[in-house]
């Protein structure tokens, strides 16, 4: 079958990539769509360790089921998104209700499990999510995205907030601030992406470029969205005093020791001395359940098509994964 691998030297897509092995309680899937995700240009820039087939964003048909006849009956034909991270279930974390955080945790097309860019996978029946015959692939592919951002919404009340910001020129930017501006009408979104600010107008979400705004100590609460190139300084100097600073990170899901210590990555650095003498709190933010994302794009429909900028084959992976490192291009798909 073909692939998109990444081996350290290169990106390429693999024409003879052995098909997936079965295993027991997994179920080999035929890709029908895939979405590329910020991680998976971080990988293709080799700023992880992670060798093989990548991609962590799938939607596919359920070919065959190795399980029970129960699980083969349950599963068998269906379409379904597949979880990118499996977790041990064994550890203090996992046990404790935290999965999210198991150190052991093996994320799809980056730390020690294979991705998802591929004409078939083997997954696990129980990390399977299955899509309602009502939503279109192009819809439910953002259920990855809209299960990061709906995160935001759960770990802070923007309803009541005197002023809200969202900063970032990126699709979790977008999708924040409109689940946000749902909630309060306070809500405005900095960015300078046409691509985001045309959209911003279609939602009703109010948009202006970070240059056009002061830094008057007015607002309650800022979310950081704009990943690898976070906007810290300017977010706490937006904040009043015993305002919430939220950040966000396109690679949260990525377990320490998988990133490449070589890689030349910059990471925001916190602007501790007025966090402290403004007595800023400060929330991380990762990520819902993919359920929880299937759930809210289901409800929010096609109004998330415009989103997808460009479409590519599998066969031109390596080229989609070029379009997506473009910051205006808010999704990418790539259809096998
Ligand atoms: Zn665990």
Redesign the pocket.
């Known amino acids: 079958m073909r692939a998109l691998t990444f081996n350290h030297a290169a990106l390429t897509i693999d024409p003879r990539v052995a098909d997936p092995a079965p295993l027991g309680s997994h179920a080999i899937i035929r890709a029908t769509r895939l979405g590329l995700h910020p991680i998976d240009v971080a990988v293709a820039r080799g700023w992880t360790t992670h060798t093989g087939i990548i991609g962590r964003e799938c939607i596919g048909l359920v070919e065959s089921v190795t399980g029970t006849a129960e699980e083969a009956a349950r599963w068998t034909g269906k379409r379904v998104l597949l979880q990118t991270t499996l ?5 203090t ?2 046990r404790g209700g935290n ?1 999210a955080h ?4 093996r994320v799809a097309g980056v730390c020690g499990r294979d991705g998802f860019c591929a004409d078939r996978i083997a997954a696990p029946l129980n990390s399977l999510v299955e899509v309602p015959k009502s939503i279109g692939e192009d819809v439910a592919i953002f259920a990855y995205a809209m299960a990061d951002a709906v995160h935001t919404t759960q770990v802070i009340r923007a309803e009541g907030k005197t002023f809200v910001t969202v900063l970032g020129d990126t699709l979790d930017a977008l999708l924040v601030a409109r689940l946000m501006t749902a909630r309060n009408a306070t809500v405005r979104l900095l960015c300078q992406t046409p691509a985001i600010l045309t959209q911003c107008e279609k939602w009703g979400i109010r948009a202006r470029p970070m240059s056009e705004v002061g830094m008057r100590h007015d607002q309650s609460v800022v979310v950081d969205c704009a990943h690898e190139t976070a906007h810290l300084e300017p977010a706490v100097q937006m904040l009043r005093p015993k305002g919430t600073l939220i950040v966000r990170s396109a690679f949260a899901a990525v377990p320490p020791k998988c990133w490449n210590a070589d890689a030349k990555r910059t990471q925001a650095v916190i602007p501790t001395d007025a966090v402290v003498a403004n007595e800023i709190t400060i929330i991380g933010a990762r990520a819902a359940t993919l359920a929880e994302g299937l759930d809210l794009v289901s409800k929010t429909g096609t109004d998330l098509l415009p989103l997808i900028t460009r479409r590519f084959k599998l066969a031109d992976g390596v080229s989609a994964v070029r379009a997506a490192a473009d910051s205006g291009n808010l999704k990418v798909i790539v259809e096998p």
Do not use: F, K
């Open positions: 977790v041990c279930g064994a550890c974390q996992c999965a198991c150190p052991e945790r």
